[in-house]
């Protein structure tokens, strides 16, 4: 597996993560503790490092989960989890949604260390911006665990551009996690320059758009109702019947290099920038060991040049969240 380096801060992951998420939220049926342990076991063994959790998955569980099945590599492998929600210790949401208060940030680190089982967080993300609270005081309160040495890195999460720079003025922020693919190329306009200007390396989440860009999701899916896509507009069938064009996209090139659509879709990502590190979520081995066959795949400047062309002439149809989730980005 190959490393790659998050921005300037010297933190070093494999050049594709693993997203967690998928194992205790969002995405149901889950496939169970064990099995979802020995999916991040076989990770570890591909060479991949980076696993990313969150305290709101499940909630809480997830950590557990992602804790437990690193225990015996720890010292090997770089975690990233998240704070910013008001949860209440039996795992519901709290009353206030998003939740930055310093106090609350120094609780949610103590806790993600319990249920990671560990004694420091290699990256600790603000899961969204809380437009309550100043960035500055955020960045000051991760700043002090940093010092304490409970945290390692500071990270942010779907924030915009004036508030990365405002917080990596006060703690500098290694990573940027945020949706980017061939489907959602937004970052692109300011968050990228603005990275690559700061030395912030970028972590995009749902790749492989939320599985769509596999070209396993047709316009006749059904969805669970606790499924996250059952209510996103872009997973409409009258909208993954229009957006089927960029899937066929993919599987045309994937064609010529004896690649699946998938693969296309990460080895574009990697192609972008040498720091950006995406973490597509699984629950399958057969996917998962798909996925780590990306960082193989070449892509020339003629085949990046190629797609994006054909790319640009492909309207998508569908917004990526429901107004209420898109309302909490990009702040």
């Given at each position: 597996?190959?490393?790659?380096?998050?921005?300037?801060?010297?933190?070093?992951?494999?050049?594709?993560?693993?997203?967690?998420?998928?194992?205790?939220?969002?995405?149901?049926?889950?496939?169970?503790?064990?099995?979802?342990?020995?999916?991040?076991?076989?990770?570890?063994?591909s060479g991949v490092t980076f696993f990313d959790t969150a305290e709101v998955y499940g909630p809480f569980t997830n950590e557990e989960l992602v804790g437990e099945a690193v225990a015996p590599v720890r010292d090997k492998v770089v975690i990233a989890t998240k704070f910013g929600f008001d949860i209440n210790p039996d795992g519901s949401q709290g009353g206030k949604g998003l939740n930055s208060q310093p106090e609350h940030i120094k609780q949610a680190a103590e806790g993600s260390l319990n249920r990671l089982k560990t004694d420091y967080i290699d990256l600790f993300y603000q899961h969204r911006v809380d437009?309550?609270?100043?960035i500055e005081e955020v960045a000051g309160a991760v700043?002090?665990?940093?010092?304490?040495?409970?945290?390692?890195?500071?990270?942010?999460?779907?924030?915009?551009?004036?508030?990365?720079?405002?917080?990596?003025?006060?703690?500098?922020?290694?990573?940027?996690?945020?949706?980017?693919?061939?489907?959602?190329?937004?970052?692109?306009?300011?968050?990228i320059p603005a990275l690559e200007e700061l030395g912030i390396g970028l972590v995009p989440f749902s790749p492989l758009g939320k599985g769509f860009l596999t070209g396993k999701i047709d316009e006749s899916r059904t969805f669970d109702k606790a499924?996250?896509?059952?209510?996103?507009?872009?997973?409409?069938?009258?909208?993954?019947?229009?957006?089927?064009?960029?899937?066929?996209?993919?599987?045309?090139?994937?064609?010529?290099?004896?690649?699946?659509?998938?693969?296309?879709?990460?080895?574009?990502?990697?192609?972008?920038?040498?720091?950006?590190?995406?973490?597509?979520?699984?629950?399958?081995?057969?996917?998962?060991e798909e996925n780590i066959g990306a960082v193989e795949v070449e892509l020339t400047v003629g085949d990046l040049r190629e797609i994006d062309s054909a790319a640009s002439r492909i309207s998508i149809e569908g917004a990526r969240y429901p107004e209420k989730l898109e309302q909490m980005t990009g702040r």
């Open positions: 597996m190959q490393k790659r380096k998050l921005g300037n801060n010297n933190l070093e992951v494999s050049a594709l993560g693993l997203g967690c998420m998928g194992m205790s939220h969002s995405y149901k049926p889950f496939p169970g503790k064990r099995k979802a342990i020995a999916l991040i076991r076989a990770a570890v063994d437009p309550s609270v100043p700043k002090e665990l940093i010092q304490q040495g409970k945290v390692r890195h500071f990270g942010l999460s779907e924030a915009g551009v004036q508030t990365i720079r405002r917080a990596h003025a006060v703690q500098p922020v290694t990573a940027l996690q945020s949706e980017y693919s061939l489907w959602w190329r937004k970052p692109e306009a300011e968050v499924d996250i896509r059952s209510t996103i507009p872009r997973f409409t069938p009258e909208a993954r019947k229009a957006n089927q064009a960029l899937v066929d996209l993919l599987g045309r090139i994937a064609a010529q290099k004896n690649a699946t659509p998938a693969q296309i879709a990460l080895a574009w990502l990697l192609a972008q920038k040498p720091w950006i590190v995406p973490i597509p979520g699984t629950t399958k081995l057969h996917r998962l």
